[in-house]
C-alpha cells in the first residue's frame, strides 16, 4: 500500500522510492528503473504503479516486473542446487559458471558463492551479497560443519574411517586433517563433517586415506540441509529459519 510522502514508518524502515527500490533489487540503473514503472511494467502489492517517485516502506514489499513477483530483501541469502558440469565462477573456463542458473536481477546485486564445489561437486552452495556472512561462514575461526555425502570407488572399510576420524596428512598442509564426523551410510557411501574448506579437502583426505571419491555432493551446511523438493540447477531465497538454522550445528 502507498503511503504519504514524508511520513517515517520507524527508524529502520525509512521510505523508498520506487526507482531506488527496484535499483536496489538489481533491476538495472536508476534510470532504467524510471523507465520499467513508466511504462507501466511494475506493479506493487498487486496494483500496477506508474510514478517512479512514489514512496513505499521497502522491507518486505510485494512487488512484480513483468508479471514476475519479488520482495524486497534489503540483502540476498540463497541457496542453490548445485548441478555436476558448472564452475563456481563468475569467469569460468571450461564449463559454464553457476552464475547462467540465476536470473539477471540476483547478478546485478552481485551476489557471491560462499566458498567453492568443485565442477564436478552436487550439492548445497549458498549464495549472498553480504559480505560478512560470507566471510563468517568460510573463515575457518567460525569452523561451520559441511556436511558430504561422498561415494568412494571401493569399499570403505574401517581401516580409511579411522583414518579420517583422526586425521591425514596431506602434502601442502602442515598438520593432519580430521573430519568432525565420518559414518559410513552403506558400503561404498561415507557421510563426512568437515569445519574448513580447503582445495579439493574431501578427495584429498579420502585419497590419503586410501579410497578415491567418485561422486560428491554437500548435503548440508551448519544444521541447514539441502531439501529435498529443491531439484538440481534450481535456487531459493534463505528464509529467516533457514539463516538461522546455519548456524546451529549440523
Ligand atoms: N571437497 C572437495 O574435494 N571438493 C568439493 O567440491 C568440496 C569439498
Known sequence: ???????????????????????????????????????????????????????????????????????????????????AGYECSRAPKHHPGIFELLPEPLLNRDVQTVGRLDEDTTGLLLLSDDGQFIHKLISPRHKTPKVYEVTAKHPVDDTQIAALTKGVQL????????????????????????????????????????????ALKRIAVGGLALPEDLPEGEWRWLDAADLARLWTPA
Not at 14 to 41: E, N, P, Y
Not at 51 to 60: I, L, S, T, Y
Not at 178 to 199: F, H, M, N, P
Open 1 to 83: 500500500m502507498r503511503i504519504g510522502y514524508h511520513c517515517r514508518l520507524s527508524r529502520t524502515q525509512t521510505l523508498m522510492q520506487l526507482d531506488r527500490i527496484l535499483h536496489s533489487q538489481g533491476f538495472g540503473t536508476r534510470k532504467a528503473c524510471r523507465a520499467l514503472v513508466r511504462h507501466g511494467r511494475v506493479s506493487v502489492n498487486g496494483a500496477v504503479c506508474a510514478d517512479p517517485f512514489a514512496e513505499f516502506a521497502p522491507e518486505g514489499l510485494a512487488f512484480a516486473v513483468d508479471g514476475e513477483a519479488w520482495t524486497y530483501r534489503e540483502r540476498a541469502y540463497l541457496m542453490l542446487h548445485k548441478p
Open 171 to 214: 602434502h601442502d598442509e602442515p598438520a593432519p586433517l580430521a573430519a568432525a564426523a565420518c559414518e559410513r551410510v552403506s558400503e561404498r557411501v561415507l557421510r563426512l563433517t568437515l569445519t574448513e574448506g580447503k582445495y579439493h579437502q574431501v578427495k584429498r583426505m579420502v585419497a590419503a586415506a586410501g579410497n578415491r571419491v567418485e
